[in-house]
């Protein structure tokens, strides 16, 4: 089994401060720049899980480069470097507490809801006659407020955010249109690689100038839902399971051994197997989404890789 970065106890040059994540530890620097550190940590259901997967941060990472460079023109991103296979630097802005979640099938959590018989999702209506992963006649947006570390997000509509002042009417304009602008891309660069990008979520922020701009991740595995499009028509005629790529096998797996992060239940015990599976799954989707072969870091010493890898970025 690799060795795996879990926590995180840097002192970067100039740090002011550090908060830990679900699965990222974002570092405040001065010159208003922040440094996050993508971790292997595995968060589901809002609980982060007791092993990290192999190689996972760097993946995330990677994609989440790769997708703010291939959408730039389209929507600003805080990103300026990469100097580690980790870690991510760019510019601090004053995050909206809310998650820009886009779904363009019905599956995931959408779906959990349906077969409980709502048909309202965040304000927006689903309609009638659907089953589990048919395509919404257009993309909705349902969003989620953000979560601290240990509780749940939660659905809210689009007027209540409103209505409660989280997001002016202003601002949230701009994000549905990033939203849906940031989807289309998504989409289409999953089907040149013969996927479908099923759902994601966005998150922005406003930088100190006032530009609004995307932060976080984009299109990784933990953000997004992918099925396989060969095949998927067919699979939906006869009643058969998608072949997707994204978090929801975990996600599936913790259900089918009783636990959905809910008061009494207990993480199940990951095998070394079962962690290594992940990392693979993991590893497949880089490869698919990206077209490009993984290459995996040098992890017999993360926390020094990352140390000399950033301290070369900043006296270069």
């Known amino acids: 089994m690799s060795n795996t970065i879990i926590k995180t106890d840097f002192h970067f040059p100039g740090q002011k401060n550090v908060y830990h994540g679900k699965v990222r530890s974002v570092y405040t620097l001065e010159n208003n720049q922040l440094l996050m550190v993508a971790t292997d940590r595995l968060s589901a259901f809002d609980v982060v899980m007791p092993k990290g997967i192999p190689y996972k941060g760097q993946i995330l990472n990677q994609i989440a480069t790769k997708m703010m460079q ?182 599936q797996w913790l259900i089918q051994n009783n636990f959905q992060g809910l008061k009494g239940q207990t993480v199940p015990h990951m095998s070394d197997e079962y962690i290594q599976s992940v990392s693979n799954r993991y590893i497949e989707l880089y490869e698919n989404i990206t077209g490009e072969t993984f290459i995996k870091a040098d992890v017999s010493d993360i926390d020094t890789r990352i140390e000399n890898n950033v301290s070369k970025y900043f006296n270069r």
């Open 70 to 251: 291939d959408t730039q023109e389209l929507v600003p991103n805080w990103l300026t470097a990469t100097p580690d296979p980790n870690v991510a630097i760019g510019e601090a802005c004053d995050p909206f507490k809310v998650e820009m979640v886009i779904r363009g099938y019905m599956s995931g959590h959408a779906a959990r809801e349906y077969k409980a018989g709502k048909r309202i999702l965040c304000g927006v209506a689903m309609p009638e006659g659907m089953k589990e992963n048919d395509k919404f006649p257009s993309a909705i947006i349902t969003p989620a407020t953000k979560a601290e570390m240990g509780d749940h997000d939660e659905d809210i509509s689009r007027e209540d955010i409103l209505k409660l002042g989280i997001v002016s009417r202003q601002d949230y304009v701009v994000l549905e249109d990033y939203t849906r602008a940031l989807f289309e891309r998504g989409s289409e660069i999953a089907a040149q690689r013969g996927l479908i990008l099923v759902d994601t979520k966005y998150e922005f922020g406003k930088t100190k100038d006032g530009v609004i701009v995307l932060i976080d991740e984009i299109h990784t595995p933990d953000s997004s839902r992918y099925f396989y499009a060969d095949g998927y028509q067919a699979r939906q005629d006869s009643g058969e399971a998608q072949k997707q790529l994204s978090k929801e096998f975990v996600r």
